[in-house]
């Protein structure tokens, strides 16, 4: 069976502050509300499921869109806040699965860094979580160089780890930079060609890439497909998978069906 995960990190629309710009809470909290309606009209149309990292700090300032997402979609952790103005601790992630599940009523326990930053997997498994996606074992200049590190779904240190998609060769990163700079049917080329070589593909986004985010002075390279357009694309995306017979599913569900 080949599988596809799409996954997205429901955070605070924070990026601005990465480039010296302030936005009101409020705005970032708009602005990501505005794409994730979009991704789940989206989603419903495909009946996919997928999984949602989600801050315990944008979770508790909407909880309605939470609870809308979580009827029929995965929550994840992706700590308590996304904004580098908040030094994070591992403190945070236990709390941010306290408010998650009570908002929910569901088990949270899958785990994604921000911006895949190091972090103390002991912890993280003594939580009681489940699995983490916060590997791109790939080389990104300035970032980190983890081409050391397993491409496939694995278990590491007591924890199942699922790492974002690479190509089989060259370790190229099929992340969501990739996705909106690259040529469209280039992305594709490459997802089918890691789909069929390793029977996964874990895709991962942010909601805010999903709306109108012109207005702000963000790099090209971040900005340069959004709203609409990358909706587009994503739904283009969708279709050549499901032409190539692939399984959507969360990261609980491929856990479930191809793990235990």
Partial sequence: MQAVTLTFDLEEFDIPEEYG???????????????????LALLAAYNIKATFFTTGHYARVNPDLLKAVARDHEI??????????????????????????????QPVTGFRMP???????????????????SVNPTYLPGRYNLLHENPQPHVQDGLIE?????TPLLRLPLFWLSFKNLPPALFRY??????????????????????????????????????????????KLIQ????????????QEYIRTNMV
């Fill in 115 to 133: 911006r895949l930053q190091p972090f103390d997997r002991g912890k993280l498994r003594a939580y009681g979580f489940q699995y983490d996606a």
């Fill in 21 to 39: 710009q302030t936005v009101p809470d409020s705005e970032q909290m708009e602005v990501t509300r505005r794409g994730t309606e979009a991704l």
């Fill in 162 to 166: 699922l790492p974002s998609s690479t």
């Fill in 76 to 105: 994840a952790s992706h700590a308590l806040y996304h904004s580098p103005r908040h030094i994070f601790e591992m403190d945070d992630v236990r709390q941010s699965r306290e408010i998650l599940e009570e908002l929910t009523g």
């Fill in 240 to 251: 050549t998978l499901q032409r190539q017979g692939a399984s959507f599913m969360t990261c």
């Fill in 190 to 235: 490459w997802a089918v060609r890691t789909l069929q070589r390793r029977k996964v593909l874990m895709l991962y986004f942010h909601p805010w890439e999903f709306t109108d985010i012109q207005a702000y002075p963000l790099p090209g390279y971040v900005k340069r497909v959004d709203g609409e357009a990358l909706l587009a694309r994503l739904e």
